[in-house]
């Protein structure tokens, strides 16, 4: 009987097309999608860029040459009257977790607000209202490091005004133990704010040097 032989099976010919296709196409499991290399953000104008950078530089002269919390400035008044808003709602929100996180939960109320904000900002890639967010969310760091370092001098004056005993950061300072660092913690949380005010700027920058580059081509 004979043996049948194998039939060998054609191979399909693959064109180059076929591996620029692949290419092209975003993997499904990519988080970014299209545009991950930043191209899907809205554009910056020179204008917008220009008014910003005035806004940006008016807001570092006041903050500063005076106190984040007791500025006599009325524009840093209300910038404060709205984080102190955020700050006293995030108390009873974080109090579901525990005394220590109701005491944090001022601050985290009003960090995690301006958080919310900026994410939102930045789903929608919107360039503006993303650096804007950013702005505000690193100025409530000038805010919460002198209330830390307050711990110590104990000059600010409560809502009610209330005792030492009412003072988040003086409570929580010495629940950790580091009452003595106060200062320098908030030195360290005083530059982190600078530091992310002046990098929100400097990024809107860039997305205005990307968006001129774009017109130019």
């Known amino acids: 009987m004979p043996i049948p032989r194998k039939r060998s ?12 296709e692949f290419e092209e196409k975003p993997r499904a499991d990519d988080p970014f999608g299209e545009g991950w290399d930043g191209s899907d953000w809205k554009p910056v104008s020179r204008l917008v860029f220009g008014i910003s950078t005035c806004f ?22 209300m910038l404060h009257n709205v984080n102190l808003v955020f700050h006293e709602f995030g108390h009873p929100a974080f109090s579901l977790f525990g005394d220590t996180m109701g005491i944090l ?18 789903k929608k890639r919107d360039s503006l209202g993303f650096a804007v967010g950013c702005f505000w969310f690193f100025e409530n760091f000038l805010d919460v490091a002198v ?10 004056q409560l809502i009610g005004n209330l005792g030492m005993e009412a003072h988040d950061w003086r409570n ?4 950790w133990d580091c ?8 030195g360290v949380t ?3 704010g600078w530091i992310g005010m002046f990098w929100a700027w400097l990024w809107l920058g ?3 040097l990307l968006t001129r580059n774009a017109q130019l081509q």
């Open 190 to 192: 005083s530059a982190l």
């Open 9 to 20: 099976r054609k191979k399909n010919p693959i064109s180059e097309n076929d591996f620029l």
């Open 56 to 77: 940006f530089f008016y807001m570092v002269y006041l903050l500063a040459s005076d106190n984040a919390i007791t500025g006599r400035s009325f524009v840093i008044m």
């Open 105 to 122: 939960g001022g601050t985290l109320g009003q960090l995690g607000i301006p958080l919310i904000v900026t994410v939102a900002f930045w």
């Open 179 to 186: 009452i003595l660092s106060a200062k320098k913690i908030a």
């Open 147 to 156: 209330y830390m370092a307050d711990a110590i001098d104990l000059k600010l």
């Open 206 to 208: 860039w997305r205005c």
């Open 172 to 175: 929580l300072f010495l629940r």
